[in-house]
């Protein structure tokens, strides 16, 4: 093994580490030499969503040393940059296991450093982190929360002064802090006056925003009528989104119970993924019993939301994160039409699809298109103060609705995606026929996300070497058509393949590589920042003549999109 990671290892086998972790560290050096060195090999660090891994000893594993080090650093951050200031955090945490102990953890640290800390007195969904920390004018704000990754795993996802979560130079800035700190100089001897627990009063201020934002102008009756089925997948979101819809007037919300108990094992689910069809599975057959209209699914932290709607034929069908995020975009747009003062924009990311910017901008809207992870649009809200932001997402099925929140907010989006199915089913109309009226109207953008899991040292190893590959050796033709453009954010530079020009991306830089073709195909790759995955996103699009041609012109989209993971070895 490398002396190096020996080197680490065995200094967790001394003080200041406790006595069950040096414990811990002394059998796995003994027994285990494998699972030392995953859990040594690397100081584990930011991604796309803050830091997340899984729990144990060990300097690339989740634990209060890990965490505590964090914070001691972000603690030394906050007197460089905000000297003299009475500063503040928020801190919430999830269903998962050991959340709640390891958020103690994080704010007895803030707290010995002289830090007011306002924590809940129990999980909470992220997006009301984000609102709390904006209402207490907080300079920073903590979640523990590893979303929809599997039990084993738990995060620390950091926020700023505006509510959104930390982008360059600053992720480096305190990076640099946490890195020059040892774990000797963690302060760990909390001040309990310095700690305020929060709780019941914050969630109906946050309710009462989520429904001022979410709900719209609805012909009468029209929430009486809608058959809502919702499932929290084990997670936060039972403490909001149910007096969410029902203060906004929903009277028909059927709850599957046998997932509504917060449970870090997530018993009844493989993954408390909502983009994952089986994670729905018990609350469409709720659907089928009661006659649903619609039903949605959130992930343990209450970002994210999944959404199934019936579809022409009466049968319930799983919207992608594109899909749903058209027709929330749709939605709003049209809210905003006749009052439109010329500064508002739409927003999403460069993997998702583009049928978002077409759209935007035929209603006469700006759009603006950023990185994956919503802590870039929350980004552009902050650089354009005098722009306003009417919503926008990104294709993992994440979106937010206006900016009292600048995060992703499953809350707020549930309740916006019901008024859409409320509003349609009173003009005896759906989301899924919307939808294709929007294909007809705006073009027919058909995606495909593949994932490819890499686990581990190897892992990482062949998914940077896969990355290598498509930049070395690029892709010249896809399904038969000539590429024309390719994004290469990592060098911040576009080639086109026709007029041999190479220009400039002004977004920020990224290890992600997009193909265009000359029909339009795009076809995009990107490592994961939270999880040990490649990941490759397909958008295929063609004319659809009439609504009528759904169907078949689905069929050829699909055949397009599957002759395209052949090409690339993904089927």
């Not at 640099?176 to 963690?186: K, P, T, V, Y």
Request: negative net charge; proline residues 4%.
């Amino acid at each position: 093994m490398d002396k190096d990671i020996l080197k680490k290892a065995q200094e967790w086998t001394t003080e200041p580490f406790d006595l069950e972790t040096r414990k811990e560290v002394e059998h796995l050096l003994k027994n285990d030499l494998k699972t030392l060195e995953e859990a040594f090999y690397k100081n584990i660090d930011f991604g796309t969503g803050g830091m997340r891994g899984t729990m144990g000893v060990g300097t690339n594993k989740i634990n209060k040393y890990t965490l505590g080090k964090n914070t001691q650093g972000i603690s030394s951050y906050l007197e460089k940059v905000l000297p003299g200031e009475d500063h503040k955090v928020a801190i919430a945490y999830d269903c998962r296991h050991n959340s709640k102990t390891l958020a103690k953890v994080v704010a007895d640290v803030f707290s010995a450093n002289g830090i007011k800390v306002y924590i809940f007195e129990d999980l909470r969904p992220t997006p009301e982190l984000s609102y709390t920390l904006k209402k207490l004018d907080c300079h920073c704000g903590i979640v523990l929360t590893a979303s929809h990754n599997p039990p084993e795993y738990n995060g620390y996802k950091v926020y700023w002064q505006d509510g959104g979560q930390l982008v360059p130079p600053q992720d480096n800035d305190i990076i640099n802090e946490i890195n020059n700190l040892q774990f000797i100089d963690i302060n760990f001897n909390e001040d309990e006056e310095l700690i305020e627990w929060i709780g019941e009063e914050m969630d109906q201020q946050f309710i009462a925003d989520s429904v001022k934002n979410g709900q719209q102008n609805l012909p009468d009756g029209a929430r009486d009528s809608l058959k809502i089925v919702f499932t929290s997948l084990h997670g936060t979101s039972i403490k909001s989104i149910p007096h969410v819809l029902e203060k906004a007037g929903y009277k028909h919300v059927e709850i599957v119970e046998e997932q509504a108990k917060p449970d870090g094992d997530f018993p009844t689910v493989k993954s408390p993924n909502p983009e994952e069809p089986e994670a729905l599975e018990m609350a469409l057959a709720l659907a089928e019993k009661t006659k649903g209209d619609i039903v949605i699914g959130t992930d343990p932290d209450s970002d994210r939301l999944g959404i199934a709607v019936r579809d022409l034929h009466g049968e319930m069908i799983l919207l992608n994160g594109n899909q749903t995020m058209i027709l929330m975009t749709w939605f709003l747009l049209e809210q905003y039409k006749d009052k439109l003062k010329g500064n508002e924009f739409v927003a999403s990311t460069i993997v998702s699809t583009p049928m978002m910017k077409v759209m935007t901008e035929n209603y006469g809207v700006e759009y603006m298109e950023t990185l994956t992870g919503f802590k870039w649009i929350a980004d552009l809200i902050k650089k354009f103060p005098d722009k306003h932001f009417i919503g926008g997402g990104e294709e993992s099925f994440g979106y937010m609705v206006g900016d009292f929140v600048r995060d992703k907010d499953a809350v707020t989006s549930t309740l916006l995606i019901c008024e859409i199915a409320a509003k349609l089913k009173a003009e005896n109309s759906s989301a899924y026929e919307k939808l294709i009226e929007l294909y007809a109207e705006h073009g027919y953008y058909k995606e495909k996300l593949i994932s490819l899991v890499k686990k581990g040292i190897e892992g990482q190893k062949l998914i940077k070497q896969k990355m290598m590959d498509l930049r070395n050796e690029p892709l010249l033709e896809i399904c038969g058509e000539k590429v024309v453009l390719i994004e290469d954010y990592q060098t911040s530079k576009a080639k086109n393949l026709q007029s041999h020009e190479t220009l400039d991306i002004a977004i920020p830089k990224s290890n992600v590589l997009i193909y265009y073709t000359e029909n339009g195909t795009k076809v995009a790759a990107r490592p994961s920042g939270t999880e040990p995955k490649i990941k490759f996103y397909i958008s295929v699009n063609e004319t659809l003549e009439k609504v009528e041609d759904f169907e078949e012109v689905t069929k050829q989209l699909d055949a397009k999109i599957d002759k395209i993971l052949q090409e690339l070895g993904l089927e």
